[in-house]
């Protein structure tokens, strides 16, 4: 597969074209902008994703979006986007049969989007909706991971959630959308996926349609060193909910081109690797003591986890953290949950993993790494998002790092970039005030099981339940929901 | 590399409108009875290297007849996941990681699915290892009683999205006596309880763990005569059983239902309306016409999408249709409301969007477009062997073969405005319909 994947760069600033000619029937586009959330200006957060949306639902300037919608239908066809930090891509597949017309509305939302004032109320009024009800409404468990990145990265371009805020919507106008537009997707940023068994001549006529796009300047802003954290904070989001979700974390340094990458992720897949029930912090928290629904790590940003098995490609960044996602727990477990998650965080920067889970864990990601280019529009996204970082095709290099990894290379990586303190803790919970108390008290959190366990692991809970975590007043602080990104 | 098989219906799909249709499912596949009762469904494709093993069995939450066991399907799912003497939990994700599988498991009103995505040479190995947790699973009560919490963290993992609640609450009130009305999760009660079921762990694994109910589907980089031998070979052995659940009927509804939810935390309101219709039934017009109305009355095309969500802008989520079920279910429309004052014209206005079908003959042009996005839909979803085995399970689940897909779109494709109509008339009929409302707390 990969001979078929050609790179065409073009002049300094200018787009660049990833194409993946190939037998499928299936034509699949990605059509990606460097510029993202973290190009929002101050008291307009969220306008990066309201942009997209004004292009990807918004109507053309010669079509209503209802009419767009008509014209799709017998296709079964249509298109999304996907806005991160530092990255917006609009992905749309079509069969060969209806290139022609849905092409001829893909490139019309990309250049020349319909700028309509009740497609504007319509989607800013949809984006508030994903804000306040479908992120902090109803998805304790990814407002937990959200808000841990809006801390870690407190006054850095990272620091605000894609959906922005709910105050910077309700001021946001038609004209902001627009000049973001002009500013941002622009050829500069441009970069082109296609793939599958396109005409000849195809690329050249998507390069002609786009070049009318303003070619513009980079719109990638420079990223200041994120504000090291001097010891543990925690911030407990209080809501009416069932159970406590927590997210915790800290940023490092390495990112998919860092020499210790394939280390690192070789480490956070053995500790954690994403809803799997092979992970050590899955077996230690729910196949053992039943705690909860699952356990995992990250050392990439990973949204909507729980809907998804596979990362989404194209969030590419240049800046990561480290993370812990405990899924929600019976409240009364929760001092406990989080002592335990934090005594496997401790062991694993202590002492690592035997040398034949190393093996054992190299070996699943030699093969699994293979599994995330099912799809050719994941293999199409990988691509570009390799382009971006400067490193081979994925697989070949994490397949080729892997062979030559040792043990030793990850033992040396997690010494170097992971740590057992100065983590940011967030909590998604009823009763703040009641957890807080408990965490500032530091007093034994005793579990109790429903079945015998064995001995060592009681001996354990012994040590864990009483754990210290040395919290000041000053370090916990509560958020009620409706404050939160406000 | 053997020459790519690309269906006839993906390679030219517009001829699929000529006289006589193409199947919908149109992947060369073999399906191979057991003298035991199990079934092989084998997919070779031309997506290399990759193989995915879905086994499917026909039991579900549906299955569930004793009061106090809901949810019990689900959570037995879990317990297939406890090991065998030979393959202890540990030896079996050895297994799976050396060939790099993503694996896991799923569980609706009509079945219980275990899937896994991994490379190719490990299938001998692996159809071997799923066929000994399927005969021989063995674990302790201690394990079972953790097991049942991690069933309870996963309903409160679910419990923060309201239409979670919504569902809860429109089965509940829309059944009285077929297990249609809990969900797959269950009822909490049940859940709470299910730490003390342990003997009846092993009545249900007995029971619907029977090669009679079960399903192999093996799609992807594979030979069809090597994946015979092997399932021969690990699971022609395994016993067929002789338990068919009792499941009641359902007598009909004679009059409306409504309830409301009171959501803790703020929320726009949703409203959830739901109708009587029949089971699926891959040969019967009345249940095409219904799976057709879903998306004609309320998809992104339909007038009231395009009123409700486009021009009024009151409704901000919309979308309806019928769930194919094994037995009679629900024709469902659910819609979140952006404003609490709209409540009451929005729910009039999916009424009377139904109701309209019952007098106006559709356009045939629409009609037209519909099995056009029908027809695509489903090919451009076939895109990867893992997809493919996963579309390929809700026809087992239904009738245990690919074919029915065939069947069912074969017979939308005779759906005429008049059979719209006269379903219309026969089932969106207020003795047959029940009426959910949520709303969060009162703006102080």
Redesign the interface.
Known sequence: ?NKLLMLCGAAAFGAEYVTMPG????IQFRIAFRAGSANDPKGKEGLANLTASMMSSGGSKTKA??DI??EL?????GMVNQVDKEMTVFVG?T?V??LEPYYALLRDAITAPGWRE?DF??LR??QK?AL??GLI?????ELGKEVLYSKLYQGHPYGEANLGRTSALESMTLADVQSFYKRHFTQANLIVGVTGKYPAGFVERIKKDLAVLPKGMPSTVKLPAVKPLTETRVTIVE?????V?YSFGYPIDVTRNHPDFPALLLASTWFGNH????GNLYQRM????????GDYSYIEYFPNG?FV??PDPNLYRRSQIFQMWI????PPTAHFALRLALFELDRLVDKGMAESEFE??R?????????LM????AELGYAIDSKLYGIPEYTKYIQTALAKLKHEDVLKAIRKHLRKDRLHIVAISDNAADLRKALLEDGPSPMR?????PGDILEEDKLISVKKLNLKPEQIAIVP??QVFQ | MTRPIVPALLAALSLATAAEPKKIFDYPYEQTDFPNGLRLITVPTDYPNIVALYIVVNTGSRNEVEPGKSGFAHFFEHMMFRGTKKYPPQKWEQIMKSAGAATNAFTSDDLTAYHATFSKESLPAILELEADRFQNLDYAESVFRTEALAVNGEYNKNSANPTSKLFEKLRDLAFDTHTYKHTTMGFLADIKAMPEQYEYSKTFFNRFYRPEYTTLLVVGDVKTAEVKAAVEKHWGGWKRGAYVAPIPKEAPQTGERKGHVEWPVPTAPWIGVGYKVPAFNDSDKEVAALQLIGSLAFGQTAPAYQRLVLQEQKVDVLFGGSQPRVDPYLFTVLSRVKKQEDVDAVRESVISTLNGLKDTLLESKRLQALKSNMRYGFAMGLDNSEAIAGTMTQAIALARTPEAYNRFYATMEQVTPEDIRNVARKYFVETGRTIVTLSGPKAK
């Open positions: 597969m037998q499928s029937p299936l979006y209802k919608l008509e239908y017998p296709m079964a066809s597949t069969h049969d209806n009740d109320k319509r009024d949809s909706n306040r009800l409404g109803n998805n304790d468990e809501k009416k909910t069932r159970s979700a809803r799997s029930s092979g729910r196949e053992i003591r039943g705690l909860n629904y729980m098995l596979e899924r929600p727990v019976e054992t864990t070996d699943f990601l030699m093969r699994n790494v293979n599994l099912k799809t050719k529009s099981y429903n079945s015998p366990k929901e409706a």
